[in-house]
């Protein structure tokens, strides 16, 4: 049954977007009521942007931006036809002709160590390193599966989230290592994301909940939805609110982790939940997840973009009415109130956040927005 509804899904959101050791018995942790998260300032100062939208009517080379990466002066966008770069005010595009290893590109990550980016596509996964592009497929390397979902670069090793499990290129032996359900508690092997850090590695996977792997003592930890295949949430906050995990970050020893069916929060020790129904998500439908640090995060959603800053909330949208610019603040107390605003991302349906100081990079279906932070 999970599996029958997981592929419906899946079909459903793809009609909208385009398309190690064993875990050890009993280690997973306790799930217990969330903790009080320390309250934010008032609403008024919420970030405000002024949003400039990038289409191909001014240089990408698809409308369609599954992801976006900030580095340093360069913007980086992968797109269903292409993986273009902006800088001194203009679009390059590399293709499958230039060795890219598909023309969508689906995840993006920056090696701060050497300066590459590596993407994954819906082909493999490409290394972009002074220019020049080095794929990886099932065919010539150890990746898992060709579908890459997700990377994430730590070190000297480069994580990867495809639709056959999750897998690790360590840079400096050359050597692959894949994670599965034969060595891993996964019960189903498509793997959306990964965040990596070096005391901590998480896989979102798809209908298995979000997977830990604690690089010190080489053990995985599993967390799933306490009220198990039900869509109703039973107990709220007393752990991951869904099965089926679509994105996560690790920042500041806090998970932040995206469902299609509400977002959650995890310190160590207690979860937080969030729905449409108590906070100011603008949907429940959560396709991409940005932590900023312990309290702040950003939700990419199918209906907006969302801020949280630990109590409030503000969410960035053309209007689900009439497509106008609307920006709407609640305060912790539930309040919810309109600001006035003459710009908005260039599209409900968010797919990728990045950020450049303060401002923000959004990643859409139809075309890629970069928010400059407002100070008046």
């Known amino acids: 049954?999970?599996?029958?509804?997981?592929i419906a899904l899946l079909l459903t959101a793809a009609t909208a977007v385009l398309a190690a050791p064993p875990a050890t018995p009993g280690a997973k942790k306790p799930h217990v009521a969330a903790s009080v998260v320390a309250q934010a300032p008032s609403t008024q100062i919420l970030p405000r942007f002024r949003f400039e939208n990038f289409t191909t009517a001014n240089g990408l080379p698809d409308n369609h931006v599954f992801t976006v990466l900030v580095d340093g002066d360069r913007i980086w966008a992968g797109t269903e036809n292409g993986l273009a770069v902006y800088q001194n005010h203009a679009w390059k595009t590399y293709t499958t002709q230039d060795g890219l290893a598909h023309r969508a590109v689906l995840s993006l990550a920056l090696d701060k160590r050497t300066g590459d980016v590596w993407a994954g596509t819906m082909g493999g996964l490409s290394r972009i390193s002074g220019g020049r592009i080095e794929s990886y497929t099932q065919l010539?390397?150890?990746?898992?599966?060709?579908?890459?979902?997700?990377?994430?670069?730590?070190?000297?090793?480069?994580?990867?989230?495809?639709?056959?499990?999750?897998?690790?290129?360590?840079l400096h032996t050359g050597q692959w290592t894949l994670y599965n359900e034969r060595n891993t508690p996964m019960n189903e092997i498509w793997v959306y994301g990964v965040s990596?850090?070096?005391a901590k590695v998480y896989y979102a996977v798809w209908g298995s909940g979000l997977l830990e792997y604690d690089q010190k003592t080489g053990r995985w930890d599993k967390y799933d939805d306490p009220d198990g295949e039900n869509e109703m949430v039973l107990f709220k906050d007393q752990g991951l609110i869904h099965e089926i995990v679509t994105s996560v970050s690790y920042v500041d020893n806090i998970v932040w982790a995206a469902t299609y069916f509400g977002?959650?929060?995890?310190?160590?020790r207690y979860w937080h939940?969030?729905?449409?129904?108590?906070?100011?998500?603008?949907?429940?439908?959560?396709?991409?997840?940005k932590g900023v640090d312990a309290n702040r995060a950003w939700f990419g959603t199918d209906k907006g973009l969302a801020y949280y800053d630990g109590a409030n909330w503000a969410v960035y949208r053309p209007s689900l009415k009439d497509g106008k610019p609307e920006m709407t603040v609640r305060d912790a107390a539930g309040n919810a109130t309109p600001v006035a605003v003459a710009t908005a991302p260039a599209h409900n349906y968010v797919l990728g956040i990045d950020f450049a100081g303060d401002d923000i990079w959004v990643a859409t279906a139809k075309g890629l927005s970069h928010g400059i932070r407002q100070t008046k």
């Open 196 to 198: 990596a850090t070096p």
């Open 1 to 6: 049954m999970k599996k029958q509804f997981a």
């Open 140 to 170: 010539n390397s150890g990746l898992s599966n060709d579908v890459v979902y997700g990377v994430s670069v730590e070190g000297e090793n480069v994580w990867v989230a495809t639709a056959a499990g999750g897998c690790k290129l360590d």
């Open 273 to 289: 939940n969030f729905l449409t129904k108590d906070s100011g998500l603008p949907s429940n439908f959560i396709n991409t997840i």
């Open 263 to 268: 977002g959650s929060r995890y310190d160590g």
